[in-house]
């Protein structure tokens, strides 16, 4: 059987059938670990999707085959390679944030969700490309220059995790994680057309996650399914003591989510997530999503949502401010960057910030200083939190009504690389969907749900109550189901 299956099928494989193979022996982790360690050896140089390719990997997946003969590795994901982050601490291994400031840091540690993919048996391919400290929606703001979208030529792949759903997408990784502060793991895997899962606040622990902003910050899983990431998601999910943040989740019953039923169900469509600004191709392929789970017996209906006009400030306001605090531990003394001939502590300073950060980490700690400064506090950081609560508010008031709340990920497809790069502000406006989410601590999900005329990806984004990811893990299953992509 074993010889039935050669390279080009395991590199298209999801998951979940790969650690199906591995564990009744027609597959080892090392056939499928060279597999993936050729085709990035292969296509990356061009792709980009990688900062770090692992040199340990071939090692490591022999000993876990070893293990899982044993019988000493049993896990649903054993003997599975996965690419991870350059956000997310890995000991030994270059950890970036695609920076200059981090470009000599070594973490001493794992994140909780690397010990945890390491205690399963997976095999690490390498660490993935991002925006600098995930500051951004493109990927072109990396230290080590940009990630290509495999799906579109001259297009970026979303950000910031643009990395990793790149890699999915070119099938250089079976899955990934990623992180999303307002929409990096969502929108990146939108404009690649895979599956991404933003779990609800606190499920994952933020151990060992370099902070962007802290109340937002969320690790999840990038795959080619729905349900790759729902077991993903039980993996890495779990309450953690090193999380001050972290909460007790229910675990998403994998069974239930391939064979979720949308009949019944009720599904919210908030029109302001359809109105000016949204490319029609988008809007289109959205709502033909919609009357698919309507034609299956879902219930759907409209309403408004005018809290949307403000997701964008309240963001930028919110998560500059988090992210001018988080950064200030970058001062070229304890770790990072260092530049040399400085005079004096306060030229040390000066110097590796200037000489370490680029242009957007810089904006948005002069943004997040600016809100936070004594005058403006009120007018700009208080305000954001009053608009936080109204936010809240609204969602409360549409899951009391729906079961899940559907709009687009991203108002576009996919942009041209170099676009957005001149106009900051038209990127951010780019987050206008996504940003909410995070706000509030919500789940939700990005599927893809067809093309645009130039054959790009659609996503569909599935919005859930808190801790309910079972439901829109099983709505976008039984989407996948159904044939839909
Ligand atoms: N695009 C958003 C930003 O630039 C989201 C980033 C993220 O989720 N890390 O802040």
Do not use: W
């Not at 601590?441 to 801790?467: R, T």
Request: proline share 4%.
């Amino acid at each position: 059987m074993a010889d039935m299956i050669n390279n080009e099928e395991i590199l298209k494989t999801d998951a979940l059938t790969l650690g199906k193979l591995i564990k009744s022996g027609e597959l080892t982790s090392v056939q499928v670990t060279s597999a993936f360690m050729d085709a990035i050896r292969a296509k990356d140089p061009v792709i980009n999707s990688y900062i770090t390719i692992s040199d340990a990997a071939l090692d490591e997946a022999a000993l876990i085959d070893e293990k899982i003969k044993k019988g000493e590795l049993t896990g649903t994901f054993a003997g599975v390679p996965v690419a991870v982050k350059d956000n997310i601490c890995t000991k030994g291994m270059l950890t970036s944030c695609a920076s200059r400031m981090l470009s000599n840091f070594i973490p001493p540690y794992d994140a909780t969700v690397v010990s945890k993919i390491k205690e399963e048996g997976m095999v690490i391919l390498g660490k993935t490309n991002m925006d600098e400290f995930a500051m951004g929606s493109t990927t072109e703001t990396s230290y080590y220059g940009p990630t290509v979208n495999p799906c579109g030529e001259n297009r970026v792949p979303g950000g910031s995790s643009g990395g990793s759903a790149a890699a999915v997408a070119a099938d250089l990784a079976p899955i990934a994680l990623g992180s999303d502060t307002g929409g990096s793991i969502r929108q990146p895997a939108s404009f690649c057309g895979v599956t991404g899962l933003k779990p609800t606040y606190g499920t994952v622990s933020r151990y060992g996650l370099v902070a962007f902003a802290s109340s937002l910050d969320q690790i999840g899983p990038i795959g080619k399914t729905a349900l790759d990431c729902a077991a993903m998601f039980n993996l890495i999910s779990g309450i953690d003591e090193r999380d001050e943040s972290s909460a007790e989740s229910r675990k998403v019953d994998v069974e239930a989510v391939k064979d979720f039923d949308v009949k019944g169900k009720k599904i919210g469509i908030p029109n302001e997530y359809f109105g000016e600004g949204i490319d029609a191709d988008v809007k289109a392929r959205v709502m033909e999503a919609v009357k698919y789970f309507e034609d299956n017996g879902a219930a759907v209906e409209t309403f408004e949502m005018p809290i949307v006009e403000y997701a964008i400030p309240t963001y930028y306001i919110i998560a500059c401010a988090e992210a001018c605090s988080n950064l200030s531990r970058y001062d070229g003394v304890k770790y990072g960057y260092r530049p040399e001939g400085v005079d004096n502590l306060m030229d040390l300073y000066i110097k590796s910030r200037s000489e370490g950060f680029g242009m957007e980490v810089k904006r948005r700690i002069m943004l997040g200083n600016f809100v936070l400064s004594s005058g403006y506090y009120d007018a700009y950081y208080n305000k954001a939190l009053q608009a936080k609560a109204l936010i809240k508010k609204a969602f409360d008031e549409a899951f009391a009504r729906y079961d899940v709340v559907i709009g687009p990920v991203a108002p576009t497809t996919a942009l041209k690389a170099g676009e957005s790069l001149s106009d900051p502000l038209k990127m951010y406006l780019g987050d206008i969907c996504t940003v909410l989410i995070n706000i509030v601590g919500l789940p939700a999900i990005s599927v893809p749900c067809g093309n645009d005329g130039e054959g790009l990806p659609v996503g569909m984004q599935i919005i859930g109550k808190h801790f309910d990811e079972e439901t829109i893990l099983g709505f976008a299953a039984n989407f996948q189901k159904g044939g839909r992509s």
